[in-house]
């Protein structure tokens, strides 16, 4: 009997076939009644194609890295609601879920963050789920530049901490960040003595690739270009809808073949801070990373997340073609002024478009 002509005399037998074979239900299952087939279509829906974070190539590394990666600051912050009326750190449990959540949607890159705020959450849950030796670690090592002696110290006493919180015998690439303190100290970027703790940090294999980038304006990340960006291989700075400065930089830094990570997205959340995320402005996070990454100078977006709900929403930035609307709104946000005074910087330097 042809399925036609299964479907014109026994309308019943021929769906149910149809169904078992597409549940996968064996010969077995043939006796299952119609209620019974109702309950497998529920249980087992369809394989629906999962979409996947694009990769792009860090500069002259070489590397093929997710174009969205996890940041490294959130995993220290008291952000989740513990349920009693505080906050509190993501567990490792849930550190675990959501990283296993990003990289089976592609994520390959995790940045770290300032060596006193870092956490060693991420080397545990990347550890637990045995996928060191396919993601790209960043790690970022503080500093004081202008040749003293102990800048090769700090590097080294950094670099060897950061091995041990990531549970790792390598990284993949160690960027000098110096904190807002010694800024006006060293008053201006000169990191030749720290590159010699680099090369040593080379030669012993325990990182791969250099780079540098901090909070600093753009004129001195620009001066930074050309007396170091033949040494790097990559460079990291803001950008986000709001902070724009970093457009001008990059045709600079791309110049020196530099792979260019940008940090800040949402300005630490401080850009979101008076939205209604769950109602009219649903889909503003995502619309944000979407719009860094319109900019195909840019090799990564990172940013900290505290849910895998976040982790879903951000990576999903990824196959986001921004809408006539969508783009109305981010112009809003961009007009909004931050009144952080953590971020007075982002507000006085990286505005410009
Ligand atoms: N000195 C340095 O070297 C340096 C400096 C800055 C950044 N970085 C790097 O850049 C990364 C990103 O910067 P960042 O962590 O400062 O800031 P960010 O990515 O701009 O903001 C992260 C915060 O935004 C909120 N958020 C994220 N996704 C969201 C979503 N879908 N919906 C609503 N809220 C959401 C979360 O805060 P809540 O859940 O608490 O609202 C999250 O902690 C850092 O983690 C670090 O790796 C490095």
Known sequence: ????????????????????????????????????????????????????????????????????????????????????????????????????????????????????????????????????????????????????????????????????????DYIDLCLLCNTENDTPQSGYWDMSYSTEALDKLKQQGKIRFTGFGCHFTPELFLESFEKFGDYFDVVSMPYNVRHRAAKKLLPAAKKKGLGVITIKPFARGALLKKLDLEGADAGLPRDMIAF??????????????????????NLSASWTKLSPSGRERLKKVAATPIDSREYAWLEQDWQCA
């Open 1 to 168: 009997m042809t399925e036609k002509a299964e479907k014109q005399d026994g309308k019943t037998v021929s769906t149910r076939r149809q169904l078992l074979k597409q549940f996968g239900l064996g010969v077995a299952a043939a006796g299952v009644t119609p209620r019974l087939l109702g309950n497998a279509r529920s249980a087992t829906p369809p394989k629906k194609k999962r979409r996947k974070v694009k990769h792009r190539v860090l500069g002259k590394t070489g590397l093929r890295v997710s174009e969205i990666g996890f940041g490294g600051h959130s995993w220290s912050y008291k952000r989740v609601p513990d349920g009693k009326g505080g906050l509190r750190k993501p567990t490792i449990d849930e550190a675990v879920r959501m990283i296993a959540a990003g990289i089976e949607m592609g994520v390959n890159f995790f940045d770290s963050c300032t060596p006193l705020e870092e956490s060693g959450t991420p080397g545990e849950a990347l550890k637990k789920l045995g996928a060191r030796d396919k993601v790209i670690v960043s790690i970022r090592v503080s500093h004081k530049m202008k040749g003293r002696k102990a800048d090769k110290q700090e590097i080294y006493k950094w670099t060897e901490q950061r091995l041990k919180l990531w549970r790792t």
């Open 292 to 313: 860094v990454l319109e900019d195909k100078l840019v090799d990564i977006c990172t940013c900290g997340v505290h849910t895998i709900e976040q982790v879903r929403e």
